[in-house]
């Protein structure tokens, strides 16, 4: 389970719970920021991030600090679906359609296969959104 802190900035009716985190370096070496050459790409954007969570039955107000999770079974998905599926459609789209109708064929057949994976990703995660938000594993404060 990845962890992360943050603090909840919103708690709408219908039990939307927006969480402010604090951006991490790419290394996770925060103690090292002075000698960090990756901190010169972080300081000019937005270290601050706001998130909707997904509440887990817990009784949430403005103000509270939370520990946010999401397992790397989820992170492992999404990236399956958002890079790999994609570029096996693309592959297999061209290989596909070189075989039918030589150069044409391969750029239709690839293009046509990937916008088929893309429909299909956007189809997944629509459907099973609230299984990709972050959870609240519990309040600290």
């Not at 090292?32 to 706001?50: D, F, G, H, I, R």
């Not at 088929?116 to 519990?138: C, E």
């Amino acid at each position: 389970m990845l962890e992360e802190r943050g603090v909840v900035v919103e708690v709408t009716e219908q039990g939307i719970v927006s969480v402010l985190t604090q951006r991490q370096s790419a290394c996770g070496q925060c103690q090292n920021e002075k000698a960090c050459s990756s901190q010169l790409l972080t300081s000019s954007s937005k270290s601050q991030q706001t998130t909707i969570v997904n509440a887990n039955g817990l009784l949430l107000a403005k103000g509270d600090e939370v520990l946010l999770g999401v397992s790397e079974v989820m992170v492992w998905r999404g990236l399956l679906q958002l890079y790999i599926w994609p570029l096996v459609a693309l592959t297999t789209g061209g290989i596909g359609g070189e075989k039918i109708a030589n150069e044409l064929g391969a750029i239709v057949g690839s293009f046509m296969c990937l916008a088929l994976a893309l429909w299909s990703v956007r189809w997944l995660t629509q459907r099973d959104s609230d299984n990709y938000l972050p959870i609240v594993i519990k309040k600290l404060f």
